[in-house]
């Protein structure tokens, strides 16, 4: 069974840093591309960033230069380095990653920036 597994949110005051991780139960390298996306109360899930197997990353315009993700396929794991974070910011964090043709979701992890 393929699992994705976030750690690593919590609660933050403005202008802080979180480094989210995601645990695959598989071997990263087999996941492209593997991303982050976040949902905050009342809106659609959005694209954070994500990587390809190749090491190429794609950010929202909304987190550029603030946030960087990186995989680590030696640990099976996916990273999301956030600076500089904004109330709005606060969502559910969610890890994803595309396998052999079926896109895996991790349960999410919280974050909450105050202001």
């Known amino acids: 069974q393929v699992q994705l597994v976030e750690s690593g949110g919590g609660l933050v005051q403005a202008g802080g840093s979180l480094r989210l991780s995601c645990s695959a139960s598989r071997n990263t390298f087999s996941f492209n591309p593997m991303g982050w996306y976040r949902q905050a109360p009342g809106k659609q899930r959005e694209l954070v960033a994500t990587?390809?197997?190749?090491?190429?990353?794609n950010y929202a315009d909304s987190v550029k230069g603030r946030f960087t993700i990186s995989r680590d396929n030696a640990k099976n794991t996916v990273y999301l380095q956030m600076n500089s974070l904004k109330p709005e910011d606060t969502a559910v964090y969610l890890c994803?990653?595309?396998?052999?043709?079926?896109?895996?979701w991790g349960q999410g992890t919280q974050v909450t920036v105050s202001s």
């Open positions: 990587i390809t197997s190749g090491g190429s990353t």
């Open positions: 994803n990653g595309f396998r052999r043709g079926i896109d895996y």
